[in-house]
């Protein structure tokens, strides 16, 4: 069964890329975590679209932030989920049992480490970086 955290992203990630609304990625902060927006309302990080509601719930804190590369939801607080997501550059233990972990790079860490060289400590990117190719796999 597909959680609703994946069913959402897939259905705004398809939604974003067929009316081609790419959107900034919005924090790099070397050496922690990227963070990004899908479809924002505002603009300004407070969250963008959902398909289930103004925030989803806490589904579960199974997986881990053991390793880099993990795919997380970010939320507000509990059960406060939206559409904002981040990936980690490393082990982030102190994030479990707070944010979901909905999966993790399966490729492209080279990318992934390319657009860590573009962070700062104010989080702000060096140069405008965009995701314009993503998408799901099927592997557990």
């Not at 589904?59 to 932030?65: C, P, Q, R, V």
Request: glycine share 8%; proline share 4%; hydrophobic share 30%.
């Amino acid at each position: 069964m597909i959680s609703d955290y994946v069913r959402n992203g897939q259905v705004i990630n398809r939604n974003e890329f067929d009316k081609e609304l790419f959107r900034k990625m919005r924090e790099v902060l070397p050496p922690m975590l990227m963070k990004h927006d899908l479809l924002l309302s505002s603009n300004d990080g407070s969250g963008g679209e959902r398909n289930y509601g103004k925030t989803l719930a806490d589904e579960n804190f199974n997986n881990k932030h053991s390793k880099p590369g993990t795919l997380s939801m970010t939320n507000f607080g509990s059960n406060t989920n939206n559409s904002q997501f981040f990936i980690t550059y490393i082990e982030l233990p102190f994030f479990d049992d707070t944010y979901i972990v909905l999966g993790e790079i399966s490729s492209g860490m080279d990318v992934m480490h390319a657009i860590m060289n573009q962070g700062s400590v104010t989080g702000r990117p060096k140069t405008d970086i965009m995701i314009v190719e993503c998408g799901t796999t099927n592997e557990n």
